[in-house]
């Protein structure tokens, strides 16, 4: 099993920065990759961006590119996701999520994920 717990939402204004972290804990050995879905009130949860844990491959949704990064600290089994130059529509709940190799579909397919966290909440001000 593997638990991920995720940090650094809140509110801020359009323009504005965050830091997204998801810590990973147990048998993160056994993961492929880390990635991060939103889902925003009434709206199907989506791809946000993915990091590969072995060599640092990173994939992101085409609305986030160039503002977003995602990024993984080996050692301390965390992936941060900066997010910049925010827009209110970025506002959703963040989510991490855990991916294996043996049932891997692509990054921004959902059933690539067999671990996720609880969320944390994004709020864009305009």
Do not use: H
Request: hydrophobic share 30%; charged share 15%; net charge positive.
């Amino acid at each position: 099993q593997v638990q991920l717990v995720e940090s650094g939402g809140g509110l801020v204004q359009a323009g504005g920065s965050l830091r997204l972290s998801c810590a990973a804990s147990g048998r993160t050995s056994s993961t492929y990759g880390m990635g991060w879905f939103r889902q925003a009130p009434g709206q199907e949860r989506e791809f946000v961006a993915f990091i590969k844990w072995s060599d640092g491959t990173t994939n992101y949704e085409d609305s986030v590119k160039g503002r977003f990064t995602i990024s993984r600290d080996n050692a301390k089994n965390t992936v941060y996701l900066q997010m910049n130059s925010l827009k209110s529509e970025d506002t959703a709940v963040y989510y991490c999520a855990a991916a294996r190799p043996g049932s891997y579909y692509g990054p921004a397919t959902r059933r690539s994920y067999a671990y996720w966290g609880q969320g944390t909440q994004v709020t864009v001000s305009s």
